[in-house]
């Protein structure tokens, strides 16, 4: 089996996937240090902490689907140990209200815009979904102004799950709400964007954390 950067070892796809598509899964994750270079960040936004809405995830042991924030936390936690902590995830409570403060919703703005992977998780009020949206906005309109034909650099990718608005999702160059004949070219970024944005989404919907994480590991795998 082909290993990957992060001490992963790509294995056949699960019943769940298209035979073309790669599921990771961990080996020789002790290979890793706690000093590895940081290879990239993720934020993962979610509603405030204390709403018990249950999420499609759960984790290897759990019998029910676990809320949005502790689904968060797993996937995180699953991520530093797969990644020997060279992927650094921040989960974000969000919570946008006439009561949140400024100067914390700014902060959490400026980490999420920086993030090379920024993930919106079952937000779902009107004024979440709205943040989400400007975020989202954002970081395509900076990462459109950061590249041009002569300089083409784009490991930042962005999904919204299970969230009151659908978004199209963006991974490297492949942008859904704007594709191109790119993407239709086999060795493009374009088209290599398109083809991990679908074994993602797949991953996704198996609804489990840990496989979660490991699409993660996909995404830097090839981007990072």
Not at 7 to 14: C, D, N, Y
Not at 78 to 86: A, P, T, Y
Request: charged share 20%.
């Amino acid at each position: 089996n082909r290993q990957q950067r992060f001490g992963f070892a790509l294995l056949p796809t699960s019943r769940h996937t298209s035979r073309r598509q790669t599921h990771l899964f961990a080996n020789n994750v002790g290979e890793l240090s706690d000093n590895s270079a940081l290879v990239g960040t993720v934020t993962i936004l979610v509603p405030s902490a204390s709403s018990s809405a249950p999420s499609k995830f759960a984790g290897p042991d759990d019998a029910a689907p676990l809320s949005y924030h502790d689904a968060a936390v797993a996937i995180a936690e699953e991520v530093s140990k797969l990644s020997g902590k060279s992927i650094r995830v921040g989960v974000e409570t969000l919570l946008v209200s006439s009561a949140s403060s400024p100067t914390d919703l700014a902060a959490t703005r400026q980490r999420a815009s920086k993030a090379d992977v920024l993930l919106g998780l079952g937000l779902s009020s009107p004024a979440d979904v709205r943040y989400l949206s400007t975020l989202f906005r954002e970081r395509r309109l900076t990462d459109f102004n950061n590249s041009s034909p002569w300089f083409r650099f784009n490991k930042r990718c962005q999904f919204a799950l299970d969230c009151g608005k659908p978004f199209a999702p963006i991974v490297s160059f492949y942008d859904e709400a704007n594709p191109n004949f790119l993407c239709n070219i086999p060795w493009t970024e374009e088209a290599k964007g398109r083809e991990t944005m679908y074994e993602m989404m797949n991953m996704f919907e198996e609804g489990q954390v840990d496989v979660f994480a490991r699409s993660i590991g996909v995404f830097f795998d090839r981007f990072g």
